[in-house]
Each structure stands twice: as C-alpha cells, then as structure tokens.
C-alpha cells in the first residue's frame, strides 16, 4: 500500500480522514478525489495544501475516465471510497442524486477499479443500512438490511454491488458500517453542527417530532481509526461494524449542546417529524474490537466538547456554509415544518 484514492476527500469524514492518514503513515501518498458538490470544501484540507504526498483531483466518481486518469497518473494501489450523497433529508427531498452517485458512482469506480488493478478497496458504508431497531437490541454484521430511507437504501445498494464484485470477481473489497460521526468539519445539515450554529445565532433548535429518536454517536477521529485497521487488517469479502456504545436521545443531544455553548433549552423547538424517520440506531463493533483489537479514545464528553470548541474557533467556516446556497436547502426543509 503506498498511494491511496480517498473519494470524497472533501466532505467531513473524507477530510479527517486524509488529515489522519497523512499525520500517521509518513510513507503513504493520499490523493483526494472529490467532485466538490455542495458537501465538498477544499478549506478542510488547507492545512495539507503544500504537502507532497497530498494531492487534490477534483473528479466525478460516475466518470470513469476521470477516475482512471486520477488512478494511473498517481499509480493509485488502494482505495477509499467516501464519497456520496450523505444527508437523510436531502434524499427525501429528491432521491435520484442519491441514486446516481451513490449507486452508479461506486459501480463506476468499482469497474474502474478493477481495470486499474487495485490492490484494496475499503467501501465506508453506515448502520443506517440495517434499518431501524425497537427499545433494545443492536445491529451486527449479521442483521439483515432493511434500509428505510432513498439515502440509506443506496447506500445498501453500493455496499451489495462490493460484496458482488468481490464474491464474482474476486475483487479485493472490504466494506464498513459506521453509527452517526460528529466532530469538526461536519456540515451544518447534520445534527450537532446545526444546532450549534443555530444556537450561536439565537435562531431555534428544530427538533424533530418527540425528540426520543436515538442514534450511536462516534467521534470522527475513531472511525478514521477504525477505517485504518480494517484497512490494513480486516479480511476481504468482509463487513466490519464500526461504533462506540454511545446512544443519546436527540434531544438530551442538543440539550447537552445548548449546556456547552451556555444557550437556554428555550430555542428548542418541536418541529413536524422526518417522514419515515429510523426509531433507533446502535451498533455492536464487538467483531472489529475483538478480531482486529480496535477500540474507540474518544469519550462522549470529551468528543462534544472538542467539537464545540472547534465550532466555536471557526466560525467563518460555517458562516460562510450558512450565508451561501445553503439558505435554500434550509428554507425548503424547514420554513413550513
Ligand atoms: P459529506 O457529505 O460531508 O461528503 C461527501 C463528499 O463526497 C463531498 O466532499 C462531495 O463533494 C463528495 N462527492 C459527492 N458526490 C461525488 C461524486 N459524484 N464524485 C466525487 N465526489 C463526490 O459526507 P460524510 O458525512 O463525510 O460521509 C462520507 C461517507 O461516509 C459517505 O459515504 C457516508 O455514507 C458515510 N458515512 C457517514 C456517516 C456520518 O455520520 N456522516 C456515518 C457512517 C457512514
Ligand atoms: O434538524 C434536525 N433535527 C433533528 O431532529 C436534523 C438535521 C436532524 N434531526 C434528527 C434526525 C435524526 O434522528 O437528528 C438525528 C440525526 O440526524 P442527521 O444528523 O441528519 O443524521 P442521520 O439521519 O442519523 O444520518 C447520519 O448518520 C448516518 C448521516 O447523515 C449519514 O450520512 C450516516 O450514514
């Protein structure tokens, strides 16, 4: 393994993790391919701009020109597939994109792939793809899927199309299923960085439905290091499950916001509840912490301290997210919630 395709590189997992691999492994060379959607923002990645053994391409995953190109000019050996449309909401506002990308993307860069000969090929996939749990109870690997939302079932569809490849072709893919991440860079549509922004702004925390819906939360920082070990260890035509026993209530989530930022629980407020929305998300790792010895460093409290921290010493990074395009996506969303 010497030069590694991160997808995605741009988003909020893909960035930590290039910022992870190139701090960690000195002799790796990481180029990052990102089309620069919505998501992708290249201010993640300024501290590494210089860096020779970092490279930006900026390319689409559903072309597979582009993607051979990038492959062969960099001699890339192994893979790391971030990239996709990643926000629940979105899908349900328009599911075709998700579709697009996230399935024929990685069918693309699968084939793509293969022509090229690539050593390894890590799919970073989610929990969401199992569906939704009751009161108790955790997702393993061996849970059926039963994804429930346009976003989570073209995310099962790509996590199939690897484990076919591999099964069919002998194609050397492994495939990961992380719970919800949190930590700096995240884009302000998701959870935790929303109502942080909205908080600092004196703008109201919409909650959706009762607030009792719960998800695993891990620290960024301990799924680039769990996608490192199943990397270099896990065994291919695999699923490995990635999370840290960490289930929060979402509101007792942006009650524990507000507490850290100093805001009253009064901005909360209840809004119409996500159509189809997953009850309960929470995931048993036990096989990648028992088989390849990983284990999270993040705690909960530590984690979201650390992560509001961030938010709140890069405020024009956000900002700027919050003043542009995204006004729009936020006024469909929300204005008649
Ligand atoms: P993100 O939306 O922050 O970033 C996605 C990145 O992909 C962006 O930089 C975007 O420009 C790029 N991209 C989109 N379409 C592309 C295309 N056609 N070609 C090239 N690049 C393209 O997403 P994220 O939250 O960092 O998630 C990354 C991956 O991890 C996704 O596959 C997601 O399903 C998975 N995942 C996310 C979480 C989470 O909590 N965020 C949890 C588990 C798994
Ligand atoms: O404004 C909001 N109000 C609210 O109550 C938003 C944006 C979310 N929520 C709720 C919905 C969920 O129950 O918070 C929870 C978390 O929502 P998101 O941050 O949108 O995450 P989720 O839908 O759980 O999906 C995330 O985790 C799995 C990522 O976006 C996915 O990419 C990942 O696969």
Redesign the pocket.
């Known amino acids: 393994m010497k030069n590694i395709l991160v997808t995605g590189g741009a988003g909020f997992i893909g960035s930590n993790f290039i910022h992870y691999m190139l701090a960690k492994h000195s002799g790796y060379s990481v180029i990052n391919f990102d089309k620069l959607t919505y998501a992708g923002n290249l201010e993640n990645l300024s501290a590494v701009k210089g860096v020779q053994r970092y490279r930006f391409v900026k390319g689409d995953i559903c072309r597979k020109d582009e993607v051979l190109a990038a492959m062969r000019t960099y001699a890339v050996d192994t893979v790391v597939h971030f990239a996709?449309e990643?926000?629940?909401?979105r899908s349900i506002l328009g599911p075709a994109v998700f579709v697009e990308t996230n399935v024929m993307g990685t069918n693309v860069l699968l084939d793509a792939s293969r022509e090229a000969d690539i050593e390894r090929f890590l799919h970073v996939?989610?929990?969401?793809v199992y569906g939704s749990l009751g009161a108790t109870g955790y997702f393993t690997e061996q849970t059926p899927l039963h994804p429930n939302?346009p976003?989570?079932a073209s995310?099962a569809s790509s996590d199939l199309l690897v484990l076919a490849y591999q099964h069919t072709f002998g194609f050397p893919g492994v495939v990961t299923r992380?719970?919800?991440?949190y930590g700096p860079y995240q884009f302000p549509?998701?959870?935790?960085p929303?109502?942080i922004a909205n908080a600092l702004n004196d703008r109201p925390?919409?909650?959706?439905?009762d607030?009792l819906?719960?998800?695993d939360w891990l620290y960024v920082e301990d799924h680039c290091s769990a996608l490192d070990t199943v990397l270099h260890r896990g065994a291919v035509g695999e699923v490995y499950n990635i999370g840290g026993h960490n289930e929060w209530k979402?509101?007792d989530?942006?009650k524990t916001v507000l507490k850290e930022l100093g805001k009253p629980e009064s901005l909360i407020t209840f809004?119409k509840?996500?159509p189809g929305?997953?009850r309960r998300?929470a995931i048993d790792a036990s096989r990648l912490q028992n088989e390849l010895g990983w284990t999270p460093a993040h705690r909960f409290e530590e984690g979201i301290r650390k992560t509001v921290r961030w938010y709140l010493e890069n405020r024009p990074w956000w900002e700027r997210i919050i003043s542009g395009e995204y006004t729009k996506y936020y006024d469909q969303?929300?204005s008649q919630r």
């Open positions: 996709a990643s926000h629940v909401d996939s989610t929990d969401e939302s976003y989570s995310k992380c719970s919800n991440n549509e998701k959870l935790i929303l109502m925390l919409p909650v959706y439905g607030g819906n719960v998800r979402n509101i989530i942006v809004v509840d996500r929305h997953d998300y969303q929300y």
